[in-house]
């Protein structure tokens, strides 16, 4: 497996201001194979960057000896596919369209989506969705955006996150097969379902060769909310069993930290845990 760090660890990342060259050289420093960038409506990445500002990145990044398979987003946060308001729908659909070119542009093989949201337990301005509502209008965005990924040739990786839907990995992997796309695949994130109350290694076994990617995160559970995010190894996350569930799935690619908020260390500190996780 290759050890990975997502864009947002480093500082100015969750801004978007921090050049990914710098960001590659801070990862191969700690010790990372690839770095994960990610694209927002603004910043350094963004759904406006031409080919030839994607073309720059990929060197600056491949100079500093790091390689780049994976880009996230994280726009679904603020315009959401499965938003009351079919306006916002439409836009969320055209955004992530856009960033799934700058993904093939960069020469990414895998583009991270969150799938729209019931509710999002950090912003109270957004409406609670009806549930069988939400799941409809994600289907019909993944459904359209599978075939942008098709045509750019990216696979579009649906993440498990903290969005009120798709908490069970039955649920989950019936999704993923309802759209009928071979573009179409997870984006498991470990330590995202820790916090819904679930094993891992059960969502490893379930979702098998759907997995495309994964995110690594550690969570303690006697905290139990967005603060129950802690740095690897310190949390309870069972890295044995997870590891084992993986490669039982025979999953032989990017493993990446996704450690946020950015804090003085914490990327070199990441890259000492993921080298223990991996032999595990």
Not at 27 to 39: N, Q, R, T, W, Y
Not at 231 to 255: C, F, H, N, V
Request: hydrophobic share 40%.
């Amino acid at each position: 497996m290759i050890s990975a760090i997502n864009y947002w660890s480093f500082e100015n990342g969750l801004s978007g201001e921090r050049q990914p060259g710098d960001a590659a050289k801070q990862a191969k420093a700690a010790g990372f194979d690839a770095i994960e960038l990610c694209i927002a409506e603004t910043g350094v990445l963004s759904v406006a960057s031409s080919q030839e500002d994607c073309r720059k990145i990929r060197l600056d990044v491949e100079a500093e000896g790091v390689r780049m398979e994976t880009m996230a987003s994280g726009m679904t946060w603020g315009c959401s596919p499965t938003h009351p308001d079919a306006s916002i729908r439409r836009r969320s659909i055209d955004l992530h369209a856009a960033a799934l070119q700058r993904a093939s542009w960069l020469g990414c093989t895998s583009m991270l989506m969150v799938p729209g949201a019931v509710t999002i337990p950090w912003d109270s301005t957004y409406p609670f969705v009806p549930y069988i509502d939400a799941i409809k209008w994600a289907r019909d965005a993944v459904t359209t955006l599978a075939r942008t990924a098709e045509n750019v040739g990216v696979e579009l990786c649906i993440e498990n996150v903290w969005n009120g839907m798709l908490y069970s990995p039955v649920e989950f992997r019936d999704f993923i097969d309802s759209i009928g796309s071979k573009s179409v695949g997870a984006y498991f994130d470990a330590g995202n379902c820790m916090g819904q109350h679930q094993y891992p290694p059960h969502w490893i076994d379930i979702l098998g060769s759907r997995i495309r990617r994964v995110h690594v995160k550690d969570f303690k559970r006697s905290i139990g909310n967005v603060d129950g995010f802690v740095d690897l190894l310190e949390g309870d996350q069972p890295w044995a069993e997870t590891m084992a569930a993986l490669r039982r799935i025979g999953y032989d690619k990017t493993m990446t930290a996704e450690m946020i908020p950015f804090s003085p260390g914490r990327v070199e500190k990441t890259g000492e845990a993921m080298r223990k996780i991996l032999s595990m």
